[in-house]
Structures are given as structure tokens and as C-alpha cells.
């Protein structure tokens, strides 16, 4: 029996498995999203998903993204699961709001202060 690790994904990968999942018209600036979505994620975090999965990530973030009216704060709390296209056994939360300095570090301390935060 060989030990195979799993291959680590990268920008590029994760950037390769995008051109098989979007269609053309939305490439560009989902490759756009996806750079700057994982732009400070560091190599250890990138290791523990593959670049399809990794990619998944990314279309569904961006999906929601693109339904949020200017000017309006748009918040999901959701367990991912085939529908899209990306599972966790933990809950994921999708926050999308106009420019607010510290707003991800507020919403997980407040996360935090309820419970467990992995």
C-alpha cells in the first residue's frame, strides 16, 4: 500500500478547475473574484480542500454576491450540502455588505462568543 498524499491547491488550480465549472461570458470576472476571495488564505487552509472544491466555494460566494441590491446587507447561514456544489460538516456563513472596516472580525468574535468557532 503506497502513501499518496492529496495534491494541494493552488490559485492556479483553483483558477484551472474554474474554466471547467463557469461559463464563458463569466470567466473573467469570476477568476477576478476567486484571486482576490483567496488572495490571503494561507497555503495550510488551501491544502485542506481540493481546487474543485476550492472552486465551488467560490462560484457559490459569488453567486450570492451578485443577488445583493447596492446599499443592502445580504447574510446566509447555511449547511452546504450537494445542491452546492460544496459540502462542510460545519456551517457556513455568507455575508455581503458594502465596504465596513472590521466587519468579519465583529461577526466571528460574535460567532465566537456563542459557541464553538472552527
Not at 32 to 54: C, G, I, N, T, V
Not at 57 to 72: L, W
Not at 78 to 88: K, R, Y
Amino acid at each position: 500500500m503506497s502513501s499518496q498524499t492529496a495534491p494541494v491547491a493552488t490559485l492556479e488550480s483553483i483558477h484551472s478547475a474554474l474554466k471547467t465549472m463557469v461559463p464563458a461570458d463569466r470567466l473573467a470576472d469570476t477568476l477576478a473574484f476567486a484571486q482576490a476571495f483567496y488572495a490571503r488564505l494561507p497555503d495550510e487552509e488551501l491544502s485542506l480542500r481540493s481546487a474543485e472544491a476550492w472552486a465551488a466555494i467560490a462560484v457559490s460566494n459569488r453567486a450570492f454576491a451578485d443577488q445583493r441590491d447596492a446599499g443592502v446587507a445580504k447574510i446566509r447561514v447555511f449547511n452546504p450540502g450537494a445542491a452546492d456544489a460544496f459540502s462542510s460538516g460545519h456551517s457556513v456563513v455568507q455575508i455581503v455588505n458594502d465596504d465596513m472596516s472590521f466587519l468579519v472580525d465583529s461577526v466571528g468574535i460574535a460567532i465566537a462568543q456563542c459557541g464553538t468557532l472552527v
